[in-house]
Structure formats: structure tokens, C-alpha cells
């Protein structure tokens, strides 16, 4: 499959975290050209590159890297700000190789986006207290029926923008999809692939790729981060902050801490693999090496 990817066409490359769409994105780069952009929602933050597994400092100096570490830890970062950066990025004309784990990033580019209107900040500091006194699960119950079937309810995030967006317009965040515009790059217009990689495969990955994120420093990249945590930061999403805080905060030991954040992480890969078999149905399925889907 790699070697009859066509050079002149955009790649999207998708799959769960550990798949290895980094090193297929920085091999593609490297033998047929493109700048390599980032779809990955927690990759954009520059109090991160341990945790995410962002691309090295050497990988990034083989081929061009965009939207990587632009993002303070507290500044608001959506989809809709990442396809302007993506437009203005096909603008300037090179090859996008566009890779990532975030599947909402991809559907936007390939499928458009409605143009939703921004959330006042007082309607999310109400849901934010609403979350805080009363859980997810109220504003969960409080979605109307057309978009709690729409959106991954396992997604705390995504929950929560739903209820603000029908709080502050009085429609539902399905509604507003249904009027979505033209999208960005449709998927005839490129080569979109989806690693497929199986849990058996991937799980023991997993571990050991925390197992490398901790000897190369994780521990003390979170530590580093510490005096600016909030929990409800979109930045602090990513996996295996909330344990290793846990852990500096004294409530586990570095060896739970560990384990939990292993754990989280097969989850999300979990819900990856369920997210892009549901909605990349059209999209060509690639194995990674010695791995069969």
C-alpha cells in the first residue's frame, strides 16, 4: 500500500494512538514530499510533547511540520480553528499529509462543518458549574434526542459543547450539522487511510511506548506543568496528566499512576477504533507492519 499512494494527491492518514501514522507520515514525506500536518486535538498544545507522542525534534527536521505545540495551555482551540489553519496551509500550495488521531478533525475536513456561533462565556462557565455540582451525566440527560444519537457520549468534551451550543441557541449541535457547508478537501480529492491496527497489536504497544514516555522524562514534563493545572483545561486531556498529577499530589504511587494512565490510554485507543470503523467507513483500511485488521 505505501509504495502506490499517489504523490500528487493530499494523504489523510487516521488510527487510534500508538498506531504508528507519525512514522508512515514522516516516510511518505520523506520519499514522495508534503508538509505534514497535525490532526491531533492534544498535539496543538506547547505545554506538551512527551505525553502526546509528539514527533521528535529530529523527525521534525526531515520534513516540514505544521500545527504542532502552537497553542497556549489555556486558549480555546476548536475544530473550526483548526480548519482555518488547515486552509490557509492548502493555500500556499505543497502537499498536505495530514495525520492524526482526532476522527472530529477529519470528518470536518472531508465531510464540511456547520458554521456554529461561538459560545458566550458565561453559558460555559454555566455548564462548567453544572458539571462540577451536578456531573456529565446532567448535562448528558439535557441533549436533545437527534444529537445525543449523533455524538460520542463516552466524550465528556464533546458532551459538554453540545449542551452549550443548545443552551446559547436553542438548537440542538444536530441541527447545526445538518446545515453544514461545502468541506475542505472531500475524500475524492485525496488518499485517506486508516490504520486498523487490532487491540492483541496494539495494547502491548501501548504500554510500552508509556513505559518510553516515562524514561524520557514524562514524569517531569507533568511536574513542570503542574503549577498551571486545571483539570478542565481541553489541554488537560491529555493521557496520563491527570495520573501523573494524581501522583505528585500524592494520592497514587508512580507504579498506579502508571498503570492507570495504560489503561486510559488502551480505552481512548478503544474508542478510536470504534469512532473511525463507524465513520471512515469509505476510507482504505492500512495494517500497520505485522499487523492484520
Known sequence: MRHTIPPDRPVLIAGPT????????????ETQGGVIV?????QVYGCWRILTARPSAAE??????????????????S???????????????????????????????????AEIPPTPPEIRAEADALRAEAGIAALRAALDPATAARIDLANP???????EVLRATGRGLAAWQAETGAPLLPLSHVTALVLAAPPDWLGPRIDRRFDAMIAAGALEEVRAEWPYWDAARPSARAIGAPELVAHLQGALSLHDAVAAAKTATRQYAKRQRTWFRNRLKDWQILPPPGATP
Open 18 to 29: 500508538a498506531s504508528g501514522k507519525s512514522a508512515l507520515a514522516l516516510e511518505l514525506a
Open 60 to 77: 521534525e527536521a526531515r520534513a516540514p511540520h505544521r500545527l504542532y505545540v502552537h497553542v497556549g495551555r489555556d486558549q480555546p482551540y
Open 38 to 42: 497535525n490532526a491531533d486535538a492534544l
Open 79 to 113: 475544530v473550526g480553528h483548526w480548519l482555518r489553519e488547515v486552509a490557509a496551509i492548502l493555500k500556499q500550495g505543497a502537499r498536505p499529509i495530514i495525520v492524526g488521531g482526532t476522527g472530529l478533525y477529519f470528518s470536518a475536513l472531508t465531510e464540511g462543518l
Open 157 to 163: 468534551a464533546r458532551i459538554q459543547r453540545a449542551w
